[in-house]
């Protein structure tokens, strides 16, 4: 079992539609990043959580310290956020971080 | 544009080689990361460098190496190529390399092993 687990590992949506991706994680951790790579390679960081939510546009992210778990909330997608969404998390005992295998999202016009 | 700069961008080399990978980190960030990303395991962490000292180590061949120099930039050394080390090398830098800063990532060095 990987220590940082996504799902779905594949989406496909209309554009406009409300997108949900998870990302449950099995270690004490001080942060989680979200971060998106497009098909070229680009890897950008959306998201750096402790805590609570975090909003960016038609982005949000909020995480349970409780239930060990994310999720990544996009708002009348478009398809141009047609990515793959990589959480990754920095365990409290180490400074490295572990990634999830990602999410790839399609988004049709 | 993330304001970390890798290159080469692409690399095509024969096994048993040896490569050399360099990272200029944002202006002002102290700690550089390295990532391996390849397609059967995904993206995992290699090193960690601070103010060039190597802070952490991750899932880091013996046949690697890396170092920050005087003036920040650093450098990920491959040797004894094999071709399971083709793959996307991401280095990353953020101001003072603390857990809960953002990483800035660069834009990626392809290398391909025949």
């Known amino acids: 079992k990987n220590e940082v687990e996504q799902s779905p590992q594949n989406l496909t949506a209309q554009e406009g539609e409300f997108i949900t991706i998870n990302c449950s994680y099995s270690?004490?951790?001080?942060?989680l990043h979200w971060l998106q790579q497009h098909p070229g390679g680009g890897i950008v960081s959306l998201f750096m959580?402790?805590?609570g939510k975090k909003k960016h546009g038609r982005l949000i992210a909020t995480i349970n310290i409780q239930e060990k778990h994310s999720s990544l909330h996009i708002t009348a997608s478009h398809p141009r956020d047609s990515a793959v969404y990589i959480c990754?998390?920095?365990?409290?005992?180490?400074?490295?971080?572990?990634f999830g295998e990602g999410t790839q999202l399609t988004v049709n016009p | 544009d993330s304001g970390v700069t890798q290159t080469p961008k692409h690399l095509i080399t024969a096994t048993g080689q040896r490569v050399t990978l360099r990272c200029s980190p944002r202006?002002?960030?102290?700690?550089v990361y390295w990532y391996q990303q390849s397609l059967d395991q995904g993206l995992q962490f290699l090193i960690q460098?601070?103010?060039?000292?190597?802070?952490a180590k991750g899932n880091i061949l013996e046949r690697f190496s890396a170092q920050q120099f005087p003036d920040l930039h650093s450098e990920l050394n491959l040797s004894s190529l094999e071709l399971g080390d083709s793959a996307l090398y991401f280095c990353?830098?953020?101001?003072?390399?603390?857990?809960?800063?953002?990483?800035?990532f660069g834009p990626g060095t392809r290398l391909l092993v025949l």
């Open positions: 959580l402790s805590s």
């Open positions: 990754a998390v920095k365990e409290t005992s180490g400074s490295r971080l572990t």
């Open positions: 990353a830098s953020s101001v003072a390399g603390l857990a809960e800063e953002t990483q800035y």
């Open positions: 202006s002002g960030d102290l700690s």
């Open positions: 270690v004490g951790i001080s942060a």
């Open positions: 460098y601070y103010n060039g000292e190597e802070r």
